[in-house]
């Protein structure tokens, strides 16, 4: 049976923030849970920090003098496009916690902060579970290498049975699941594993046959997630990821429409 592989490094962490006070009590608590932490006080500080350095996370205020945190925001992505940037805010935002989100920030975090929901989430940035049931070696390969490239934890199998054994065993919070398997196709394997795991958020992987896309289609309005299309598109993956990584802790995991898939 498939083992899964943990990546292990220190996720280094930027907090932006112009209150002393709440920069400080985030490095103390993120500082004992073992991450590198470095601070900045305005949004100039933080984008000249970026532009000499690389962070796994960014911690980013909205409301703050000079720079405001929406545009600190897109700046560092100018310079760092693969950084995950959660958002923070004392004030009822939702157009701009809906567009920080669609622009690619992983969360959108309202103040006062419950500090145990950022721990969780700062660390789940670089240790979510994901499961890929594929026959194809050369797909599992590509996703398994592009995954583990960015600290996710990945288990590969192309069993339909080994991944009931692995979901029975294993919290996963993503599943991709192509919808042409031996034994039971996708949507089989799909309505088996969501009596196991019914939070765990499913991806459907689909090649051009029609059989097989109308399969994928189906999972996904029996409300799996998506499905993605061979040959996968990794840099469109990756940034799916972050987004359904963010709308997860932020409660907003709402589906693209069959028909944008």
């Not at 933080?46 to 911690?59: N, P, W, Y």
């Not at 240790?127 to 960015?150: C, N, P």
């Not at 034994?183 to 795991?197: D, F, H, Q």
């Amino acid at each position: 049976m498939p083992v899964p592989c943990v990546v292990r490094r220190t996720t280094s962490v930027l907090i932006v923030d112009d209150e002393k006070n709440m920069r400080t009590t985030l490095a103390d608590i993120l500082d004992e849970e073992g991450y590198e932490v470095v601070t900045a006080a305005t949004g100039e500080e933080a984008i000249e920090f970026c532009t000499r350095r690389g962070f796994d996370v960014v911690l980013l205020d909205v409301r703050m003098p000079g720079i405001d945190g929406v545009e600190t925001f897109r700046r560092i992505r100018r310079h760092r496009d693969n950084i995950r940037v959660i958002m923070m805010s004392a004030f009822s935002v939702d157009e701009l916690k809906q567009a920080a989100l669609y622009e690619g920030a992983i969360a959108f975090l309202s103040k006062p902060l419950d500090v145990q929901q950022v721990v969780k989430l700062v660390g789940e940035v670089k240790d979510t579970a994901i499961l890929v049931v594929e026959e194809d070696e050369e797909t599992s390969s590509k996703l398994y290498d592009a995954l583990r490239g960015q600290g996710y934890r990945v288990t590969l199998t192309a069993r339909p049975h080994d991944a009931l054994d692995l979901v029975e065993q294993i919290q996963f919070d993503l599943i991709f699941i192509e919808a042409k398997l031996p034994a039971m196709n996708g949507l089989e394997l799909y309505l088996a594993i969501r009596k196991v795991t019914p939070s765990a958020v499913a991806i459907m992987i689909t090649g051009m046959e029609e059989e097989f896309e109308e399969i994928a289609q189906e999972v996904v309005r029996r409300t799996a997630y998506t499905v993605v299309k061979k040959p996968l598109d990794m840099d469109q993956i990756l940034a799916m990821l972050e987004r359904i990584t963010g709308k997860r802790v932020s409660g907003d995991l709402r589906k693209p429409s069959v028909e944008a898939t």
